[in-house]
C-alpha cells in the first residue's frame, strides 16, 4: 500500500499539504483502533514503514505521538507494543466520559447552527447504510466524525480536543464489539435520540441520551473483555 502526502483545502483556496508524519501517525493509529495491529502486539518500524511506504523517521516520530496518546508504549525487552485493552481502561474512560462527554453534547444543543444539524442527519444516514452492510471500517468512520461535529458544536475548543482523544481510545474498545449484529442496530438507536435531541434544542435530553449512549458502551465491553 502506498500512503504520500495528502492535501486538504476548501475550493479556491491553496492546498495544505500533510506532512509524512502526520500521515504515518493517522494510519498507524486507524491500524490501532481496528485491531490491523492487535493489542499487545510488538511493532516493528521497518515492517510498519515498508507497509505504508513511508521513511523510518516520519514512522517514529508517529509513534512517539502516539504514545503521548497512550495507544502505544514501551515494554522493556520488547520495544514499543500496541497498548493492550483492559477492563480497568474501558471503565476509566467511560468515567471520564460521563462526565465531558454529557456537558459537551448540552452545550452543543444550546449553539449548534442549522448546517452542523444537517451534518449530524447525513451523519445518522451512512451510519445507517453502514450497520446494514456490515461495513466496521465504515461505522468506526462515521462514528468518530458524529463526535468529533458533536464535539465542535459545544464552541468550547479545548473540550473538543481533549474529547478527540477520548474518542479514538474508547474505539479500540468499540471495535471489538461491533461483531455483534445487533449492537450496530442499538448504536443507530442511540445516536437518533442524540441528534433529536441536540436538534430540539433540548439539553437536558441530550444529555440524558448520551449518558445512556455511554453506559451502553460500558455494559457491553464488560461482557467483552
Not at 515494554?75 to 480497568?88: E, T
Not at 442511540?190 to 437536558?204: M, S
Amino acid at each position: 500500500m502506498s500512503i504520500g502526502m495528502e492535501s486538504h483545502a476548501p475550493a479556491g483556496k491553496p492546498l495544505r499539504r500533510r506532512s509524512l508524519r502526520d500521515v504515518a501517525y493517522d494510519r498507524i493509529k486507524e491500524m490501532i483502533i481496528t485491531c490491523e495491529l492487535r493489542p499487545g502486539e510488538v511493532i516493528s518500524e521497518a515492517a510498519v514503514s515498508a507497509a505504508l511506504d513511508i521513511g523510518r523517521t516520519p514512522v517514529h516520530q508517529a509513534l512517539d505521538r502516539l504514545m503521548v496518546d497512550e495507544l502505544v508504549e514501551v515494554m522493556p525487552r520488547k520495544g514499543v507494543i500496541v497498548r493492550p485493552l483492559s477492563l480497568h481502561e474501558a471503565h476509566d474512560l467511560s468515567e471520564v466520559r460521563l462526565i465531558n462527554e454529557t456537558y459537551s453534547v448540552r452545550l452543543a444543543a444550546q449553539r449548534i447552527t442549522p448546517a452542523e444539524i444537517d451534518l449530524l442527519h447525513q451523519n445518522l444516514i451512512r451510519m445507517r447504510a453502514a450497520e446494514r452492510d456490515y461495513d466496521y471500517h465504515a461505522l468506526i468512520g462515521v462514528d468518530r466524525e458524529f463526535h468529533a461535529t458533536l464535539a465542535s458544536a459545544s464552541r468550547n475548543l479545548i473540550m473538543a480536543d481533549f474529547l478527540s482523544n477520548l474518542q479514538d481510545r474508547a474505539l479500540r474498545f468499540w471495535f471489538v464489539s461491533l461483531k455483534v449484529p445487533e449492537h450496530l442496530a442499538r448504536i443507530c438507536s442511540q445516536h437518533t435520540a442524540i441528534v433529536d435531541a441536540v436538534a430540539e434544542r433540548d439539553p437536558d435530553r441530550a444529555e440524558e441520551a448520551m449518558r445512556f449512549h455511554i453506559e451502553q458502551f460500558r455494559n457491553n465491553v464488560s461482557r467483552l473483555i
